[in-house]
């Protein structure tokens, strides 16, 4: 019988102690932010989907259509295709397609990429209504920002 | 077990747990013939989530199945991560530096931490306590971020390479991580008060779903679960890797057998993370973090090879059997939660289904890892 009122003793100082800290915790400051009203900054190795890195002259991607990234790809997600200029040197990437839908971020493509042509983008708020949303013309959206 | 008289015509019914339901986890289906309340029979039914993550792994080369060990147990992916890039160094004959080899035991052990944490937060949130669950997630919070400024990722890292690691660990990160680790020592005598002391935990898992020792050699349990059982067996003690061998630190053991010595085990092991965390960022050696003679196309020679890590599941085994050339001619991936689960049928017979709720929760069960 002791052993039972002991135990009711116990069991409720337990719950009262457990209430005790989260009473605690309740006057002490806030944790979370109101997103989307606020938003932390993206630490600087984000890895986001992939973007081309332009030349910082002229703003024509550093890219040389040598096609690693295409190849070290899990995913088959990058194609691209380039042609040769007439007189020019070397290749000139004329499209570079991103399918998102398929890429797991694991970042061989920039690994693999001798030229340092592309790197991580810190875009993170990717919704879209249908898959043709994530579909994307990189060396499109590299014009749009050297605009 | 219910007395015969109370069922005499031994009439039973059947129900579904799951596949959708916020108990199991994931998408795991437990068909259970009851008795009225008490549990006859339970047949855990596998598949929904399956993605031939095997099958992937012959069709890539060796590194492109990188991300996909990520995406087994995606609370502790590093630990898996580790087992892969370790046996293929080995197969390959790859030296990796002892920084590298420093950060990863850093890394893996605060992903330990948070996978332990998360799980903290769902069990006692299987049992009804809602508030632990807001405590937990604010300290894996910090852990995530942690994680996020070295690895860029925040659940399905993929950060360890053949031959050492992605990126070099940087100051705000070693002091980041001192500062948590000494933020997580201040809060766990909370969590311990606020759940291992209360009255309704200890009714609900002492003395509750008894595994025994010689079960969980039947069914090839590990981690937690044999722990809990009074077996001592962690891959980092047993068959050490990695700098483990050069880290003091103590394996957790309970016999009671019961929910309650799972738990406790746990929540032991995150107190012996926050040890090996402290001694490797003192121990850690200045270098490179990548093999300087690593291979940029791996090629293992022709064999057969074998490697297992402690995750914060149990054992995660992977063989690999090479052909010589740039993918592997067969991978076999053993997951702990796998055989960890099996055991579910036999342990809940005759349990109530509330006892056996708790029971898988304190299995601690990773669904996309079960099916693979």
Redesign the interface.
Known sequence: MSGYFCELYSGTKSLFVGLGITFRYMLKPVVTLQYPHESLPMSARFRGHIELIGDEETGAPKCVVCGMCQKGCPSNCISLAGEKPEGGKGKVLTSYILDFTKCSLCGQCVESCKFGAIRFSKDYNLAGPRKEAYIFDLLKRLEEKGR | MNEPDCNPNQETFVINLGPQHPATHGVLRVKLTMDGEYIVHAEPVLGYIHRMHEKMGEN?TW??????TA?LDYLGALSYNHGYVQVVERAAGIEVPERAEYIRVITVELNRIASHLLWYGAFVLDLGGF?PLL?AF?DREHVL?LL??????RL?F?YFRFGGV??DIDEPFITGTRAFIKRLRSRLP?YH???T????MIKRLKEVGPISAEMCRRYGATGPVLRGSGVCYDVRKNEPYSVYPELDFDIPVYSECDSMARYMVRMDEIDQCLRIIEQALDKLPDGPVMAEKAPKIIKPPVGDYYGAVEAARGTFGIRVVSDGTNTPYRMKLRSPTFSNLSLFGEASRGMLLADALALMGSLDLVIPEIDR
């Open positions: 890539r590194a492109q199945f990188l991300p996909n995406r508030t405590y604010d971020d996020e400024s070295v690895t860029g990722a399905t993929c992605y990126n909370d008060n606020l759940v002391k209360n009255i309704i």
